[in-house]
């Protein structure tokens, strides 16, 4: 390709000519997908599920997004929030797992947790979207996991909001580089059987889906203001 055309492409690929109102980033990739289910499925495979689920939703309702990570190959966590840039709302699309030592009692482990960091520019909005992504899941009859907030090494995420299962969690790569208000949802705990059920299956991730896309419509009205 010559040189030209490859600037031009990295050009359109950092810069892209339209703005979506919500950008939705598949968490990990093809060749590092994250966790492994209980059910044996890779975690990049369910985010990938549940963004496509979301999008489905929001086309529904007129909301317009940028899917990230579709294709499995987005392995720089920067290139995420670039590709982002001129977007209204950056939300991390992920499924949670636990420490090991806590896998020999993983029944114990089942929810939904919201990240926020404080070094992302716009924490105000951040934390106004996380809230409403929390009251829509509490009112669709999803639990906070809260075990995030444990004083232990690898956790000791202290609560923005307890009620509502938000934590501070600063040094989160694409929410501390997004350019907009960011929010990171691990939908449930997929290293448990029935959370993962409970999230993954047709009906569960419908209601995760509609949860989600509700509140974003409801975050980008907030935004707006
Ligand atoms: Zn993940």
Redesign the pocket.
């Given at each position: 390709m010559p040189i030209n055309h490859l600037i031009l492409l990295l050009y359109l690929l950092t810069f892209p000519a339209t703005a979506a109102e919500v950008a939705l980033d598949i968490?990990?990739s093809r060749n590092n997908p994250?966790?492994v289910s209980a059910g044996g499925i890779p975690?990049w495979e369910l985010?990938r599920q549940l963004a496509l689920a979301v999008a489905a939703r929001l086309q529904r309702i007129g909301i317009s997004y940028r899917l990230i990570g579709a294709d499995g190959d987005m392995e720089v966590l920067t290139d995420r929030t670039a590709l982002a840039k001129k977007d209204t709302l950056f939300i991390s699309l992920?499924?949670d797992s636990v420490q090991p030592e806590w896998l020999a009692h993983v029944d114990r482990y089942s929810g939904y947790s919201l990240f926020v960091s404080r070094q992302n520019r716009k924490l105000h909005g951040s934390l106004a979207c996380a809230k409403q992504i929390g009251d829509r899941l509490l009112a669709t009859s999803f639990h906070p996991s809260r075990y995030h907030a444990t004083a232990v090494k690898g956790e000791n995420r202290p609560f923005a909001d307890q009620s509502r299962g938000i934590h501070y969690y600063d040094g989160l790569a694409v929410l501390r580089t997004a350019h907009q208000p960011a929010v990171l949802i691990e939908a449930g705990v997929a290293v448990n059987p029935q959370d993962e059920i409970s999230v993954t299956g047709t009906e569960g991730r419908g209601r995760v889906s509609e949860a989600i896309a509700q509140a974003i419509a409801g975050c980008l009205k907030t935004l707006r203001k």
């Open positions: 968490g990990h994250g966790v975690e985010n992920h499924h």
